[in-house]
């Protein structure tokens, strides 16, 4: 017996709405990695999720910090692909709305975040 759930062709939960617009998928995320597309992994969770778990290559960013830095996040990003990821993927669509906001226009959330691509992709990774 396995308690990974069953997921649907795209990697997601059976009932997962995807946002096509504003969402990737782990699965997508993965590919992207494995083929050396130049995008940006950037999480938005705390600092200590981010010590306890992460995806390598990804930088940190955190939500809470974002109006802080959002001068130096619009610079830095404004001419790249970024995905953002952050445990289930409600705080990276925030992350998402505020970069797209400010003038990232090629922004995105990774649907389930972590979470996700820890069932998904890599099923050693720790879930919290």
Not at 20 to 38: C, F, I, S, Y
Not at 105 to 125: H, Q, R, T
Request: hydrophobic content about 40%; some cysteine.
């Amino acid at each position: 017996m396995t308690d990974r759930p069953a997921l649907t062709d795209q990697g997601l939960p059976p009932n997962y709405f995807l946002k096509d617009d504003w969402e990737v998928t782990p699965r997508q995320v993965k590919a992207m990695l494995d083929h050396g597309e130049n995008f940006v992994l950037l999480d938005c969770r705390r600092e200590p999720e981010f010590e306890f778990v992460k995806i390598e290559s990804a930088v940190l960013h955190v939500l809470q910090k974002v109006r802080d830095e959002l001068p130096d996040l619009v610079e830095d990003y404004a001419d790249q692909e970024v995905v953002v990821y952050c445990h289930h993927g409600m705080r990276s669509m925030q992350m998402t709305a505020i970069m797209r906001d400010a003038g990232v226009k090629n922004v995105w959330s990774m649907a389930g975040g972590i979470d996700l691509w820890a069932l998904d992709i890599e099923p050693s990774m720790p879930r919290y």
